[in-house]
Nanobody
């Protein structure tokens, strides 16, 4: 079993920054890719950013491209999401997820382990 635990959420003013972290653990943890998703009230969960577990490939939703940066630390089994120039519409619960088999996917169904989520609230 894989356990993903997010941290770093909170309240920030528009234009500010936050850094989310996701720590992965589990005796058999192995991922092809890691991703961040978010879900705002009344909306569907959506893809935000992804990173291959090996190599340097990252990919982003258009809405966050140029503002968010995903990175990883393989030695610590940790993934980060640096969020800059935050907007009101970035407010959501942010979820970390791992995909055992798929690299480059933006689909929820391709991610088989999920964290519990961390709240990000951007205020005006």
């Amino acid at each position: 079993q894989v356990l993903l635990v997010e941290s770093g959420g909170g309240l920030v003013q528009a234009g500010g920054s936050l850094r989310l972290s996701c720590a992965a653990s589990g005796r058999t943890f192995r991922a092809a890719a890691m991703g961040w998703f978010r879900q705002a009230p009344g909306k569907e969960r959506e893809f935000v950013a992804g990173i291959y577990w090996s190599g340097d490939t990252t990919y982003y939703a258009d809405s966050v491209k140029g503002r968010f940066t995903i990175s990883r630390d393989n030695a610590k089994n940790t993934v980060h999401l640096q969020m800059n120039s935050l907007k009101l519409e970035d407010s959501a619960v942010y979820y970390c997820a791992s995909s055992t088999y798929y690299r480059g996917s933006r689909l929820l169904k391709d991610f088989d382990y999920w964290g519990q989520g961390t709240q990000v609230t951007v205020s005006s």
